[in-house]
């Protein structure tokens, strides 16, 4: 059972591998989700070749107890569904500093964070507009027990992305 398993899944990668696209050379645009309490970001791809690219995302955060502010960079596989449809799935890492002014305390530091990201993207025909949904989990690396902006190890982030491809 277990080799019948393994060999539809192996068929099934075969079968999206072998499916040639063209991925946009540039898209620009926003990445919108919770992230843990950055908010949007700005978002850049940049195609490496017909399937590969490498996607840099820039956050920050300014509010009156926390300024922070985080890039994170991720080398991504895309595979064609069908009409425009593709899915994704990379893997990355980022780094980041925050300040913290909350009261009398005012703390700062730098965090390193790990990452992965899987999600699904739709590229309009009759416009250059890319719309994608997606999910990134991040695992900080250095996180200190006086870091109040981060109070966990783990952070899962889930966007909604629009981008003009270029």
Known sequence: ???????????????????????????????????????????????????NRLELDLGWRNSNEVDAMKLVGLYQWVWEIENGFNWYAGVGGGIGSWSNSEGSTNDSGVFLLATGDIGIEYNFQEAPIQLSLDFRPEFYLNNSGSNKFRDENFGPDIALGIRYRF
Do not use: T
């Open 1 to 51: 059972m277990k080799k019948i398993i393994l060999s539809a899944f192996m068929l099934i990668g075969l079968a999206f591998s072998s499916q040639a696209q063209d991925i946009s050379k540039n898209a620009l645009g926003l990445r919108l989700g919770d992230n843990d309490g950055f908010g949007g970001e700005v978002s850049y791809q940049r195609g490496l070749s017909k399937n």
